[in-house]
Each structure stands twice: as structure tokens, then as C-alpha cells.
């Protein structure tokens, strides 16, 4: 053996000596279409979507300018110099009057 084909060997894997094959899958059975009587469809109405409810995680997740505009939505004018906290809770305040 040379030196070339035992450095070789060493970054190699022999090659296998039996090739084993993976069986094939099982045909799908066929379906066997019966026929059916049509039922009267009900269409449900669509609800009208409720506002989410405002709770301290769900306004934190806001920006400021987002929480203004809510602040707004209730009458309340924000000072958006005040931390994010403080605006939470004053909107959050105003939404609950």
C-alpha cells in the first residue's frame, strides 16, 4: 500500500458490499365514490369583530405615536416627552372613564 492511498484511506469510507434497497410503498387503496344527498347549506352571518381589549401588554406593544393616536381615540391628549410606562398607564387610564 502506498502512502497516497493510506492518507486517503483514512479521510474515506470503504465502499459497501451490499447495496441494500428500500421497499416500495403499498399502493394507495382506491376510493369508491358514493353518492350523497345534498343538505340544506347554512351560512353562519359573520359577527362583527369585537375591539380587542386594552390591557397594559397589549398598549405596551405600541410605539409612542401609535399610543397618542390611542390616547386620542379616547380624548386624552399625550405628552409624548413622558416615558412609554407612564403614557401606557395614562392611556389605559383614559380608556377605562
Same mark, same amino acid.
Not at 365514490?33 to 343538505?39: A, E, F, I, N, S
Given at each position: 500500500m502506498s502512502l497516497l492511498k493510506w492518507i486517503a484511506s483514512w479521510f474515506?469510507?470503504?465502499?459497501?458490499?451490499?447495496v441494500v434497497e428500500a421497499p416500495k410503498p403499498a399502493p394507495a387503496p382506491k376510493k369508491v365514490?358514493?353518492?350523497?344527498? *345534498? $343538505?340544506a347549506e347554512v351560512k353562519a352571518t359573520p359577527k362583527a369583530k369585537a375591539e380587542?381589549?386594552?390591557t397594559k401588554a397589549s398598549l405596551s406593544k405600541l410605539t409612542k405615536a401609535e399610543l397618542e393616536a390611542k390616547g386620542r381615540e379616547f380624548g386624552f391628549e399625550v405628552d409624548k416627552r413622558k *416615558? $412609554?410606562?407612564d403614557i401606557v398607564a395614562e392611556v389605559l387610564k383614559a380608556s377605562k372613564k
Open positions: 474515506t469510507s470503504p465502499a459497501p458490499d451490499v365514490h358514493t353518492p350523497t344527498t *345534498k $343538505k380587542p381589549k386594552m *416615558k $412609554k410606562d
